[in-house]
Structure formats: structure tokens, C-alpha cells
């Protein structure tokens, strides 16, 4: 239970971060590492739930993002990357990008704690 409230809680904080404008995309690590030290997570248990908060609400967001042009966008940028024309793929990709910088920087800040 401790670690689904702190994956809602870090996708919550991601995603407030991403509202504001005047912050670059990748703002969202320093929040992010200050709620790992604050939860007390072994560091793996760290790496997870920030891996899965950001993984899954960057999924959800390019995923709702790329439904609102019908795919158009998404469908040219894969086919420009080896991806095969496949959106669903660069969605994933999307996700496992921010997933390792949402990981990376809650074992940073566990590590901090420690």
C-alpha cells in the first residue's frame, strides 16, 4: 500500500510539474527525488514506484495527446525511427524514457536519505 499511495503521489507531482510552463520537461526529477527520501523506500522499491509513476502517467498523457490528432503525428515519427510506422511502440518508448528518469531520480533521492 506504501508504495501505491507514493507512485500516485510522484504522477500527481509529475504532472503538476509538466502544467507549468516556465519549468523545462525534465522539472519533474527534483520533486521526484525529495518524496523518495521522504518515503523511506529500500533503493529498488525507490527505482520502482518512481519508474512506474512516471512510466504509466507519460503512457496515459502521449497516449491521449496522440488519440487527439488521430495518430498522425505519431504515425511519421515512428516511421522515421526504426519503429515500423508503430505509434503504440513510440508511446511505449515515451514512457520507458520517462519511467528511467522517474527511476533514476527516486534512487537518487533514496540514496540521499541513506
Do not use: C
Not at 525507490?46 to 491521449?64: E, S
Not at 495518430?71 to 514512457?95: E, N, Q
Amino acid at each position: 500500500m506504501k508504495q501505491l499511495i507514493t507512485i500516485v503521489l510522484i504522477a500527481f507531482v509529475t504532472y503538476i510539474t509538466g502544467m507549468m510552463t516556465a519549468l523545462p520537461w525534465w522539472s519533474f526529477v527534483v520533486p521526484v527525488a525529495l518524496i523518495a527520501a521522504w518515503r523511506k523506500h529500500t533503493p529498488a522499491q525507490a527505482f520502482l514506484t518512481g519508474f512506474t509513476g512516471v512510466f504509466i502517467l507519460w503512457v496515459v498523457v502521449a497516449a491521449l495527446k496522440d488519440m487527439a490528432n488521430e495518430h498522425m503525428l505519431a504515425t511519421k515519427v515512428a516511421g522515421i525511427l526504426p519503429l515500423g510506422g508503430s505509434y503504440v511502440l513510440l508511446i511505449l518508448i515515451t514512457g520507458v524514457v520517462g519511467g528511467l528518469l522517474g527511476g533514476l531520480s527516486s534512487l537518487s533521492g533514496s540514496y540521499l536519505r541513506s
